[in-house]
């Protein structure tokens, strides 16, 4: 019998080379005990088992290795969420190049190429196998992402709260590409931008200086206002479809001045009676 009210259990699943040893490793440092492709048909087996033997937090890693048993994981996850287990699902993936580039870079071959396919095509009949899985899942997109932060990006969405609907605010850089993992993008180039004030362009949206220099512009006022009519006539739906997690994504051309003003700006008003996270994607090629 599992103890569901102190059972906590992360199901990790993405695309090959996408970051899961990472997430996995940053798992097991917050005290999970992690096991990586377990075939979905022993998940509750697993999961009594390590109950029994006082395990209160559980990782465990799905993925298209175990490809003949992907089509039973809903109904054993059904199965598990009856237990009224604290279950997160979490899919990592990246653009097809960027997973491409990094088997090229490690020399490593694709788990699904088996000697026939090249790597780009595993990566897409791979993100096909997994899709349904996906659509279950809260989506991180590692494609620019460094090992550290996605380690904290993964602390972040363990420590949220599952009962609640979690709004994630995302910062983004144009030039570096779309984020995979966005229900909403915004587009923020419109707006007049701080880059183009030498005193401004070492600094981002974070910083005062920048933040007064948006505030005085009226089209950022009302980009601003739009966005936040638009969410608070939305988000009730998506809570009532039992969503646990929508991402909205704010775009500007480097990801370091308006985008991540308008995220900040939107995380201080949300905050108030939302569970929020804003997640800078673009800060860390600052440092």
């Known amino acids: 019998m599992v103890n569901s009210q102190h059972q906590q259990l992360v199901l990790l699943s993405g695309l090959s080379g996408a970051g899961k040893s990472v997430a996995l490793k940053a798992l097991e440092d917050l005290g999970f005990y992690c096991l990586d492709n377990l075939p979905a048909p022993l998940l509750p087996q697993a999961v009594s088992m390590l109950d029994l033997d006082g395990y209160p937090k559980i990782a465990i890693g799905i993925d298209a290795r175990s490809a003949h048993n992907l089509a039973t994981f809903p109904d054993h996850l059904a199965a598990l969420m009856d237990l009224g287990l604290d279950v997160r699902m979490l899919f990592l993936e990246a653009n097809n190049e960027v997973l491409v580039k990094r088997y090229s870079e490690s020399r490593r071959s694709h788990p699904l190429s088996l000697g026939e396919l090249t790597v780009s095509e595993s990566v897409v009949v791979e993100r096909e196998m997994l899709e349904n899985i996906r659509e279950m899942s809260h989506v991180i997109d590692t494609s620019g992402l460094s090992a550290a932060q996605l380690r904290t990006w993964v ?4 420590a ?3 009962a609640k609907l979690m709004l994630i605010f995302e910062s983004f850089g144009f030039k570096h590409g779309l984020p995979l993992d966005a ?8 707006l007049p931008n701080p880059f183009y004030d030498p005193a401004l362009r070492s600094l981002t949206g974070m910083d005062q200086p920048v933040a007064d220099f948006l ?5 950022v006022g009302n980009y601003l206002t739009h966005i936040l009519g638009f ?3 939305w988000l009730p739906e998506f809570e009532r479809d039992q969503r646990s997690y929508v991402t909205v994504a704010i775009g500007c051309t480097g990801g370091q001045h308006r985008s991540v003003y308008l995220a900040e700006e939107l995380r201080r008003h949300f905050s108030r009676n939302r569970q929020v996270l804003v997640r800078h994607r673009e800060q860390h090629q600052r440092s």
């Open 231 to 233: 969410l608070e006539r």
């Open 215 to 219: 505030m005085r512009q009226a089209s």
């Open 155 to 158: 602390r972040e969405f363990i």
């Open 160 to 162: 949220t709260d599952r």
């Open 183 to 190: 229900d909403f993008v915004f587009d923020a180039r419109c």
